[in-house]
Nanobody
Framework: QVDLAESGGGSVQAGGSLKLSCKAS????????LGWFRQAPGKELEGVAS??????????IYEDSMKGRVIISKDIGKEMLYLQMNGLKPEDSAMYYC???????????????????WGQGTRVTVSS
């Protein structure tokens, strides 16, 4: 069981930055693949970035949706996952979710099947 709670969303002008945080409660078992996803109104849930567990190599994947403008990171000791977002665009406006799964799978599969555990989301609004 993993509890996830996102924070850090808000309203920002185009070109601005936001840092999303996800507080995780995974207890003694901290070997999870962690990811960030987003869903804009009327659109499907899509992956933004993921980071594999340290045990499985810690590989980071950035999806095309925001590649080059985001940085995913984690602090195992604090049970935190982060997403630094820069150069935000109006089309980045969405609800952003953090998620945890036993081992990384493709973001498309992860999103479509809603695998693992998910937070309630934090809203990001980017104005032009």
């Amino acid at each position: 069981q993993v509890d996830l709670a996102e924070s850090g969303g808000g309203s920002v002008q185009a070109g601005g930055s936001l840092k999303l945080s996800c507080k995780a409660s995974w207890g003694a078992d901290n070997e999870w693949c962690l990811g960030w996803f987003r869903q804009a109104p009327g659109k499907e849930l899509e992956g933004v970035a993921s980071i594999e567990s340290d045990q499985n190599g810690g590989k980071i994947i950035y999806e095309d949706s925001m590649k080059g403008r985001v940085i995913i990171s984690k602090d195992i000791g604090k049970e935190m996952l982060y997403l630094q977002m820069n150069g935000l665009k109006p089309e980045d406006s969405a609800m952003y979710y953090c998620a945890a799964v036993s081992f990384c799978v493709s973001s498309a599969t992860w999103a479509k099947r809603r695998l693992g555990y998910w937070g309630q989301g934090t809203r990001v609004t980017v104005s032009s």
